[in-house]
């Protein structure tokens, strides 16, 4: 998969508040114009959680494109013909998608919803830091495979595996 143009990724949660927003943060910044990420929900919340945005910006990262959107978005003609599609909750994961314009490579990185946690600030902050690592290994995992030289099925299969990690 070789491109002169950076490759778009949607990542997909429900809320489309914290997890998805924070990928769509970090790649980014990380993705050194190969790469354009987005971020949307199946039931959007309409509103950036403010710890995620706050973790974002302690780490030098871009917040003022952020917001909560729903995927209808990316389904819509005018919308950016995607090539990857990664959810990250488990509930959007199981619903029916929108179908995506260009048969993007799609890929499950389930993980546990910052934003459901309950109890003091710390517990909460500490929640929202345990993603932005995970999703930060991942991404880092991701950006570096060597796309130009795996076929489709292997990168789906190496996006898979990413998952796991």
Sequence with gaps: MASSSPLNVLFLCTGNSARSILAEGILNAV????????????????????MAVELLEKNRLPTADLRSKSWDEFAAPGAPQLDFV????????????PVWPGQPISAHWGMSDPAAVEGSEEKQRKAFFTAYNQLFHRLMIFVNLPLEKLGRSALKQRLDDIGHK
């Design 86 to 97: 990664i959810t990250v909750c488990d509930s959007a994961a199981g619903e029916v998608c």
């Design 31 to 50: 993705g050194a114009g190969r790469f354009k990420a987005y971020s949307a929900g199946s039931r959007p919340t309409r509103k950036v959680n403010p």
